[in-house]
């Protein structure tokens, strides 16, 4: 059985491949009322697109998106809205190596393993363009908790990490890296551009935070905040770690170094610290909620790697085609994406009990 759907009371459907016609969600759940349109959405899908840069992928793909239902006069309306993004610039033939033999990294034969077939042209469903859909997706959400604020930025490409002294979020647009550090943004361009030249390629590490979310949203044991974030970023293709606050960091730490010290404010709790990254026990605390990324490097590369063939030959793979050299990059947008369908999911989970 396939899972396709994600949300509780918010749920949004993906649909499509990488090389078909067009891909794209359905948002069911939303309040009706709201005002949307696809000049919304478009800037945050504009983020996204690849070929804007020497430093992604040169498919050229404008991904408009069109609402095909659920939206009258400028609101939505209750009903499924449902959203779709079509494909213009695919080049299946790239692929005909990848037919005959596994990408190691990827997804190719995994999708073998479990469905006995697989769209091998860019990977099918297994292919990063499906976050497109998700962006458009998210775009709607946002609309739904204008009250919160998310940003997210590439804070580590390899092993070179921004400088947190040098931070100023307003970089963050200025650069090709969605970096917030300018200083890291210059060394990141011979980095990138040796890799992508070299015929390889290097992870990444997105972090992403969200302001004015207030305390209570997510419920205790099976329904965290935490652990939805984490199941959704985890969802995103590439990722292969998430952690909330400090994370793994906090195993270093002492108790009273890992606690967020409280004191009496004039608009209640005021917090001195955030280790937790603004969730405790599975709920909001009303802090910024934060969590971090990781990326593992784009598996399609024109390097020869040992591999075998579909028939179980010993061979070597070197992907052609247009590939990402760091695919956290263009994965900035889906982190902030899947950001806000998680709490705007969350926020109607906890009106729905809480009033």
Request: with cysteine; charged share 20%.
């Amino acid at each position: 059985m396939s899972w396709n759907t994600f949300g509780r009371v918010l749920r949004f459907t993906t649909w499509g491949e990488s090389h078909g016609p067009a891909l794209g969600a359905v948002l069911d759940g939303c309040p009706p009322g709201l005002a949307l349109s696809e000049d919304h959405i478009q800037p945050f899908m504009d983020a996204r697109k690849p070929g804007q840069s020497k430093y992604t992928t040169q498919r050229k793909e404008p991904d408009t998106v069109r609402v095909l239902s659920g939206v009258f006069e400028g609101k939505t309306t209750g009903t499924p809205i449902s959203l779709m993004i079509e494909n213009v610039d695919q080049r299946s033939k790239d692929y005909s190596e990848v037919a005959k033999a596994y990408r190691p990294g990827h997804a190719d034969y995994a999708y073998d393993a479990k469905y006995g077939f697989r769209d091998y042209r860019g990977g099918g469903r297994s292919s990063a363009r499906e976050t497109a859909a998700r962006v458009a997706a998210g775009a709607v959400a946002r609309v739904i908790m204008p009250e919160v604020t998310i940003t997210a930025y590439v804070s580590q490409i390899g092993d070179d990490t921004i400088d947190p002294a040098n931070i100023d979020f307003a970089e963050i647009s200025n650069n090709p890296f969605f970096c917030p550090d300018p200083v890291a943004a210059k060394r990141w361009e011979k980095l990138v551009d040796d890799a992508r030249k070299a015929g390889s390629s290097l992870g990444a590490v997105v972090e992403c935070v969200a302001t004015g979310v207030p305390a209570g949203w997510g419920a205790p044991v099976y329904a965290k905040l935490d652990a939805d974030l984490a199941g959704g970023m985890m969802s995103i293709n590439a990722v292969k770690g998430v952690e909330i606050g400090d994370g793994f960091g906090a195993a270093r730490l002492s108790g009273e170094q890992n606690a967020d010290p409280m004191r009496s404010g004039a608009n209640g709790p005021e917090f001195e610290a955030n280790h937790a990254g603004g969730i405790a026990g599975g709920i909001s605390t009303g802090q910024p909620v934060v969590c971090r990324v990781a990326f593992k490097p784009t598996s399609s590369i024109l390097t020869p790697v040992d591999t075998i063939s579909s028939s179980g030959e010993n061979t070597q793979i070197q992907t052609k085609g247009r590939h990402d050299p760091c695919v956290g990059i263009r994965g900035t947008p889906v982190v902030e994406a899947m950001m806000a369908l998680i709490l705007a999911d969350h926020k109607m989970l906890h009106r729905a009990q809480c009033g």
